[in-house]
């Protein structure tokens, strides 16, 4: 299947446009035309090796969004014409404990990433979703409710499941006083997730011009981190803590908010280990976890979700010539809140 898209050929280059090749349609396969794909950080740190080697060419993205064009002789999960999503990985071995638990996030022995690493016969270069089509095991593909806005839809692929997935795991609802540490492309999808659920939700910034997005989208209470002395101010009432930033970040300042028995999850990936005294977590018998993504049943269970609450992410649509400027922008933190390709401009 003749795909184009935009490409990274060598680390820290610029992306490019690249044509490729699809795989023919197998019998469990569903092939589709893109009709947006979202841009997480993740594909910034890849693209420029911030993360160990990468496979180049690369073609990043695994927030993708699109309709159904032809599905294999053995889907029967799919039509032509649906509308579907796929996120972080494509594959996983689908026999160990985990995956039989639905858990292919957490596969033993490995999932099979959207982009930047090999398909399971070890040789297949995977490509990502910066492309106009792409070719996935419907297994491995969900099914997008047709009342959501699809320019909004890409990155729950993503950054919705990171954060609707502890939520849900560690039972933020009502009578639960749920923080979220940032308010970025992670932390915006918390503080939706948190409302709908019925937490009451405490943003954590250190942006105090963000105060207003976060209360427009439902936030209970909004703190601006920038002194010390004010998170050292609040009771030690929240439930559950949700830390979604990558900055390095002080977690003792956080852990002391936590009730008995309460976790503060950790979501982003700092550049060092956080550093925590053992005396914080025992003093209330507090919690510090962390979270990835989430399978593929609890990733059709959140965008289920996300139709009947109408929940979309906050994005700016661009095309694919300004994706090099789009991850100086990211760098930056200058996007409210994620950037969207439309792929028809491949």
Known sequence: MKTRG???????????????????????????????AGICHSDIHQVREEWGPSIFPMVPGHEIV????????????????????????????????????????????????????????????????????????ANYAVKVPANLDLTGVAPLMCAGITLYSPLKHWQA??????????????????LKFAKALGAHTTVFSHSPSKESDARNMGADDFVVTNDPKTLAALPANFDLILNTVSADLNLEDYLRL???????????????????????????????????????????EMIDFCGRHNILSEVEVIKADYINEAYERTVASDVKYRFVIDASTF
């Open 6 to 36: 935009y490409a990274a050929t060598a680390k820290s280059a610029p992306l490019i446009a690249f044509e490729f090749d699809r795989r023919a349609l197998r019998s469990n396969d569903v092939a589709f035309d893109i009709a947006y």
């Open 66 to 137: 699109g309709t159904v064009t032809s599905v294999g002789s053995a889907v029967t999960k799919f039509q032509i014409g649906d509308l579907v999503g796929v996120g972080v990985f494509v594959d996983s071995c689908g026999e160990c404990e985990e995956c039989l638990r639905g858990l292919q996030n957490y596969c033993a022995n490995g999932m099979t990433g959207t982009y930047n690493g090999y398909e399971r016969d070890g040789t297949t270069v995977a490509y990502g979703g910066y492309s106009n089509k792409f070719v996935v095991d």
């Open 173 to 190: 609802g009502p009578g639960k006083k749920v923080g979220i540490i940032g308010l970025g492309g992670l932390g915006h999808m918390g």
């Open 258 to 300: 936590l009730k008995i028995d309460a976790t503060l999850v950790v979501i982003g990936l700092p550049g060092k280990p956080y550093s925590v005294g053992a005396g914080t977590l025992l003093s209330k018998r507090r919690s510090l976890a962390g979270s990835m993504i989430g399978g593929m049943p609890e990733l059709q």
